[in-house]
């Protein structure tokens, strides 16, 4: 079998092209593939996608630099007192974006006997999550007494990373 590639954009990809672990590790998103059998060449594009944990991984890279970004605004603009408010905010996207890693692996698990139950696991993370996020921004503002407009700020700040990722897989 000969193959031969073209059309390589770029992007990181560790998984197999082939079950006989041709291209382990690939540097494209698309590329043209010819194989050369027997019986001719056969052309076929083949498109890579990140897994599930990749993308969470680069979620909460861009999150992780959101907070950071909106801690430095919250010094410059408030002064020290809106350190911890602005850290708790990035906490709590981080953590909610932790607990949506979680329920997509488990429900990915969960999908390979029972599709339904998949998705009601997805479901219920939904709902986790906002409970999460409700009570979490009730301690920090509530009990914790912290500043609203670092912590609420950052917070919103750090959530744009799913926007971006979004935006960055459709360019």
């Given at each position: ?70 801690v ?86 750090s959530?744009?990373?799913?926007m ?8």
């Amino acid at each position: 079998m000969i193959l031969l590639w073209r059309d390589m954009p770029k992007g990181i990809y560790n998984t197999p092209l082939f079950p006989n672990g041709l291209g382990s590790s690939l540097v494209v998103d698309r590329i043209l593939v010819s194989i050369y059998t027997p019986s001719g060449f056969q052309r076929e594009e083949v498109t890579f996608k990140p897994s599930p944990e990749e993308q969470m991984r680069s979620i909460l890279i861009i999150q992780f630099i959101l907070m950071l970004a909106g801690v430095a605004v919250s010094l410059w603009h408030q002064g020290e007192a809106a350190l911890l408010p602005a850290f708790y905010g990035g906490a709590i996207a981080l953590a909610n974006t932790l607990l949506l890693s979680r329920r997509v692996v488990q429900a990915g698990e969960i999908a390979k006997t029972s599709p339904q139950q998949s998705v009601n696991a997805l479901y219920f993370g939904v709902v986790q999550r906002f409970v999460f996020v409700l009570v979490a921004l009730g301690f920090g503002l509530g009990y914790l007494k912290l500043s609203p407009v670092p912590l609420l700020g950052t917070f919103m700040v750090s959530q744009l990373a799913y926007m971006l990722m979004g935006t960055r897989q459709v360019g």
